[in-house]
């Protein structure tokens, strides 16, 4: 039953199994790389010849858009020949229109103001309609550029645009042509799109405009799909892959039509564009499994040869480790399992031979481990010894009892070094009477064997002392009865230390064991020795130690004291720091809408917060903008209408600043300045007045400025005094300063009166300053949100030569 067991376990987990899936293995993995490149080349190139032929068809199809967009304009043109110079000329030409063209579903013509005078539907006609236009960019860009389109919207989900076309000559008028765009739908015909695709039109929104068959409803918004944001963003290359409006995944091409900013996008369902691909897996995956069961059949037929044979040479293994010498394998294969199963055999034979010989020589062994394991527990006891003691008298005298134990010697001596005086002075004695004076109490360094040892640094044995050399040794060895000495020197890294000397009464040569094992007993003799050293000089320290803590002690209370005074002070510092940073952020606040020097006035006297809070107060209020700002930044690049509002709120800002006005907002090139809040004046009138004639002079030069770079702006004032509520607006994290009442709605109405060039005031301000002014009377002006005629006056020019202009910063500074 146990064979049985083991040869199933070998099928599963031995050498046969691991043969069988190495090489399963080996097929997969080439049939699946094999598989998973060709599936990838395939993949790339279905899906780069879709991809190149769905951006075809959005190419074919945006031209054809275009051409028809194109004809289109062509055929309202003819509407706008300058011949046709009646309204009845031109209500006719409107109607031939309606007829010819279906898609054209109204007309209407503007004037060269911008009002509408006819309008022509395919259900009415009405003249004099006078609905102003002129803002309207149908308008606008058809006069700046001949032919504009204007973006598509819907009624009841039907697309419309607009195509507005300019008439012959000059300042002759509009044509406007509202277009149904359902015609779009006619160049995404089934028949150009392809049964499998779909395909629709976007504006520059994201909304769709025309579908085919199989497309997203006309209306809906599409710019959230990767592909649609993709092809609507300015500059970024169309993605070739994306979800449709369904949310199932597709490739996609784009194509624009560049005149109306129209994207036209052609869609296929990956699913059916990768079919392919899909079929060509299933075909890998066949062919995977047919290599599968091919090499798992191999491999069975293979591994089975090796069975019988390696099997063999388990079992003879197995035997031989239970102590069978006598087994042989029988293996007949020819190859190199049977070379093998020769050399188990030999190998066996010569294991049968030395069997008999290991016996004796374990038994030799055992008596040398017994007396290995003695010393060791000699050893043991002496590193106990040492390790529980630091006294010398009590740890020497144990080193040489033992020594003589395992070395079977007669007597044992330890030697000290004394560098000081250069002397080897004997520390203890077992065998010999230390206490009897003699030679070899004290040995002094030089010619003798213990200085021979030490210099050398291994141990030196003398095997007959009657023909040693004379030294002092040898003479009182020979005389207590010793004829051989081993010397054995105590070494470390820092020096000599002494030397561990044994004695023999029998003369002869000592072991190599013997002379390693008092080469262990030196090293013990050097550790105690050393830890009492050492001892002695922690004791030393320690007593050091202990005064110079004390006097440490001293030291840190005196510290202790310095840095209570030092965080007296630092508290000190911080409240000093507290209240600056408090004022710091006062003047910050102010600076929002203040001038620097009125921040400062305000937040250096404790209190004057209350100059914010909500009141009642006359003041003067001056408003100015630039005249024909909005079309300049519609006919120009971003970039340089910001370089013009930088210098025109430049020339502004140091002229409010210097007459100490508050600056209410910016609003573009609009500005609204208050003068008599929060910081009251008693000419706050006669201020914002010379500084509006000195804004319209040094704006003046501006202009003349932006007139050499080809921008023809103007600058308007207008300035009005009245009651108003003031104080903050706003959020903690944004505040302004702001004044509520109708003079800030009168200011604003004069200045939109006031022409290029103009300061225009209300009478009560001209009143004001009328003794420093020149100016001349204007028509009562109707303004908006009054409901009688306002009497204003316009500013000639400042007669006074030299104005003195108080700097109550500078003076409070002087004083």
């Keep these: 039953m146990a064979g049985a067991n083991d040869k199933t376990r070998f099928f599963r987990e031995g050498l046969f199994a691991k043969y069988v899936v190495s090489l399963v293995g080996l097929v997969v993995f080439v049939l699946a790389v094999n598989g998973a490149m060709e599936t990838w080349i395939s993949y790339r190139a279905t899906k780069t010849s879709l991809t190149d032929g769905l951006e075809d068809k959005a190419q074919a199809a945006a031209r054809r858009i275009e051409q028809s967009v194109s004809e289109l304009e062509r055929q309202i043109s003819w509407v706008t020949r300058a011949s046709q110079d009646t309204l009845e000329k031109r209500r006719a030409d409107y109607a031939q229109l309606l007829h010819q063209v279906a898609v054209v579903s109204q007309l209407f013509q503007l004037n060269g103001d911008g009002r509408e005078v006819l309008r022509v539907s395919r259900q009415s006609t009405s003249t004099g309609g006078n609905a102003d236009l002129s803002r309207d960019m149908r308008f606008t860009d058809t006069v700046a550029r001949g032919v504009s389109y204007a973006p598509a919207y819907f009624v009841d989900r039907t697309p419309f645009m607009s195509i507005s076309v300019a008439h012959s000559g000059f300042n002759a008028g509009v044509t406007v042509a509202e277009i149904d765009l359902s015609f779009l739908s006619e160049s995404l015909s089934d028949a150009q799109v392809g049964k499998a695709a779909f395909a629709y039109v976007v504006d520059p929104r994201g909304r769709v405009l025309a579908t085919s068959s199989k497309g997203p409803d006309v209306g809906k918004d599409l710019s959230k799909l990767p592909q649609v944001a993709a092809a609507i963003a300015p500059g970024r290359e169309p993605d070739t892959t994306g979800t449709d409006f369904n949310g199932h995944s597709v490739l996609a091409a784009a194509s624009t039509v560049p005149k109306l900013g129209w994207s036209v996008l052609f869609e296929q369902p990956t699913t059916q564009a990768l079919t392919p691909i899909r079929d060509q897996l299933v075909r890998i995956a066949l062919l995977i499994g047919m290599g599968l069961m091919v090499a798992i059949l191999a491999g069975t037929l293979l591994a089975r040869r090796m069975i019988i044979p390696i099997t063999a040479l388990r079992d003879g293994a197995h035997k031989l480790g239970e102590g069978d010498f006598s087994h042989r394998i029988e293996v007949h294969t020819s190859d190199e399992l049977e070379d093998l199963a020769g050399q188990f055999n030999r190998m066996a034979g010569q294991i049968q031979e030395t069997y008999s010989d290991l016996e004796t020589k374990v038994e030799e062994r055992t008596r040398d481990l017994a007396q290995s394991i003695n010393e060791l527990k000699v050893l043991e006891e002496v590193g106990r010894a040492v390790a529980s003691s630091l006294d010398l008298n009590a740890v020497l005298p144990t080193i040489a009892a033992r020594a003589i134990e395992i070395t079977h010697a007669d007597a044992v001596l330890i030697y000290g070094y004394d560098a000081e005086t250069r002397r080897f002075n004997l520390v203890e004695a077992n065998g010999i009477d230390k206490s009897a004076e003699g030679a070899h109490v004290t040995i002094d360094e030089g010619q003798n064997i213990l200085s021979d040892a030490a210099g050398s640094g291994e141990p030196i044995a003398l095997a007959d002392l009657d023909h040693a050399a004379e030294q002092p040794l040898r003479d009182v060895a020979i005389e207590a009865g010793f004829h051989s000495v081993l ?114 006035l305000i937040a250096s006297s404790d209190g004057h917060d209350a100059l914010l809070d909500s009141h009642r107060r006359e003041v003067t209020v001056v408003f100015c903008d630039l005249r024909g700002f909005t079309s300049f930044t519609e006919a120009t690049e971003p970039e340089e209408a910001m370089n013009v509002l930088r210098e025109y709120h430049a020339a502004l ?155 109550t910063a500078a003076a409070r500074r002087r004083g």
């Design 487 to 600: 010397v054995v020197p105590l070494l470390d890294q820092q020096g000599t230390l002494g030397s561990l000397v044994v004695l023999r009464r029998a003369g002869g040569e000592f072991a190599s064991s013997l002379t390693g094992l008092m080469r262990t007993f030196a090293h013990q003799a050097v550790l105690a020795m050393r830890n009492a050293r050492l001892f002695s000089e922690v004791d030393d320290k320690g007593r050091e130690l202990a005064a110079a803590h004390e006097t440490v002690q001293q030291q840190a209370a005196k510290l202790q004291e310095q840095t209570e005074q030092l965080r007296n002070w630092n508290r000190s510092l911080e409240e000093r720091v507290e209240k600056q940073l408090g004022e710091i952020g006062r003047i910050k606040r102010l600076e929002r809408f203040l001038a620097p020097q009125v921040a400062q």
């Design 653 to 807: 800002g140091e002229l409010i600043h210097r007459y100490e006005g508050t600056l209410d907002r910016f609003a573009g090139d609009g500005v609204m300045i208050l003068f008599n809040a929060p910081i009251q004046f008693a000419d706050h009138t006669k201020r914002a007045v010379k500084m509006a004639v000195e804004m319209r002079e040094a704006i003046g030069k501006l202009t003349e400025k932006w007139k050499n770079r080809g921008h023809s702006l103007g600058f308007g004032v207008g300035v009005a005094m009245g009651y108003a509520t003031l104080g903050q607006i706003g959020f903690e994290q944004r505040l302004e300063y702001a004044a509520i009442g109708s003079v800030t709605n009168l200011s604003s109405r004069l200045c939109d009166e006031a022409k290029a060039g103009q300061v225009v005031v209300s009478r009560r301000v001209y009143g004001m300053v009328e003794p420093f002014v020149e100016a001349r009377p204007l028509d009562d002006l109707v303004l908006k949100g009054f409901n009688h005629p306002v009497l204003a006056m316009e500013i000639l020019s400042w007669r006074e030569e030299v104005e003195n202009v108080v700097d």
